[in-house]
C-alpha cells in the first residue's frame, strides 16, 4: 500500500539559509499535517491543510511557511535556519479528519551547522 | 485544551510478561485517543484507537487499550511483551483545533520508552 512519501530524508544547511521539505501524502487522504519532534520529544504540531486550504496552525515559528498544492502534495519552507531547528520533521496524512488515524512519513532530519 | 499525559518516562518488562504503558486524558466534550509507536529514526505508527463504543480496544501486534472514563484513562497493555516491542509509545488525543476554518490537530504525550528484556 502506499505510504507518506517525504524528501529529502536527510538535509545539512548552515545558519540563516533556507530549507524546503516535501510531502506527498497517501492518495485521497483530504488532510495534511507537519510535525516537529527535536531529540528525546513529542512530536509537536506545526501546521495542516484540509482539502488543500491552511486548516490550523500550532507552534510553527514566523520563518516558516507551508502550502498544500493541486495535487495535494505539501511544501515546507524553513527560512533563516538557526540551530535550534534541527530536528526531524514528519508528515502526515489523514482520511478523515475528525477521527482518523494519523500516516506518518519516515521524516526529514534538517541538520543546521 | 484537550491534552494526554504519560506518567511513566519508561517501562521495563521481561520478555513473556505482560505490560503496560500508562496514559490518561483531559478532554472537553468526547475523547478521540489513539497509541501510536515509533522505532528510532522512524515516523510513527498508528496502533489503535478509541472514537466510540467498546470500552477495550484491540490494535496491531497483539496491543489493546482499556478506556476508562472515570479514571480518564486509556493504558496500553499486551499480555506477552516480545523483546521487538521495545520502542518509544506516544499517547494522543484529537484536538478540536481551529473551529472556524474546521481544524482538527493531534497532541501527543511525552511519550514512554519500553524496554522488553530477553
Known amino acids: 500500500a502506499a505510504g507518506v512519501i517525504q524528501s529529502p530524508r536527510h538535509l545539512i544547511k548552515e545558519k540563516r539559509e533556507t530549507a524546503t521539505l516535501k510531502c506527498y501524502p497517501i492518495?485521497?487522504?483530504?488532510?495534511v499535517y507537519w510535525y516537529q519532534q527535536g531529540p528525546g520529544q513529542d512530536p509537536q504540531f506545526l501546521i495542516s491543510?484540509?482539502?488543500?486550504?491552511?486548516?490550523d496552525k500550532g507552534s510553527i515559528p514566523d520563518r516558516f511557511s507551508a502550502q498544500q498544492f493541486s495535487d495535494y502534495h505539501s511544501e515546507l519552507n524553513m527560512s533563516s535556519l538557526e540551530l535550534g531547528d534541527s530536528a526531524l520533521y514528519f508528515c502526515a496524512s489523514s482520511l478523515k479528519r475528525i477521527t482518523g488515524e494519523l500516516f506518518f512519513g519516515e521524516g526529514s532530519r534538517l541538520t543546521v551547522l | 485544551a484537550q491534552s494526554v499525559a504519560q506518567p511513566e518516562d519508561q517501562v521495563n518488562v521481561a520478555e513473556g510478561n505482560p505490560l503496560t504503558v500508562k496514559c490518561t486524558y483531559s478532554?472537553?466534550?468526547?475523547?478521540?485517543l489513539f497509541w501510536y509507536v515509533q522505532y528510532p529514526n522512524r515516523g510513527l505508527q498508528f496502533l489503535l484507537k478509541y472514537i466510540t463504543g467498546d470500552n477495550l480496544v484491540k490494535g496491531s501486534y497483539g496491543f489493546e487499550a482499556e478506556f476508562n472514563k472515570s479514571q480518564t484513562s486509556f493504558h496500553l497493555k499486551k499480555p506477552s511483551a516480545l523483546v521487538s516491542d521495545s520502542a518509544l509509545y506516544f499517547c494522543?488525543?484529537?484536538?478540536?483545533?481551529?473551529?472556524?476554518?474546521?481544524?482538527?490537530?493531534?497532541?501527543f504525550g511525552a511519550g514512554t520508552r519500553l524496554f522488553v528484556k530477553a
Open positions: 492518495p485521497r487522504h483530504d488532510t
Open positions: 494522543a488525543v484529537r484536538d478540536k483545533g481551529n473551529q472556524n476554518t474546521g481544524g482538527f490537530k493531534t497532541i
Open positions: 491543510f484540509y482539502e488543500k486550504m491552511q486548516s
Open positions: 478532554v472537553s466534550g468526547n475523547p478521540y
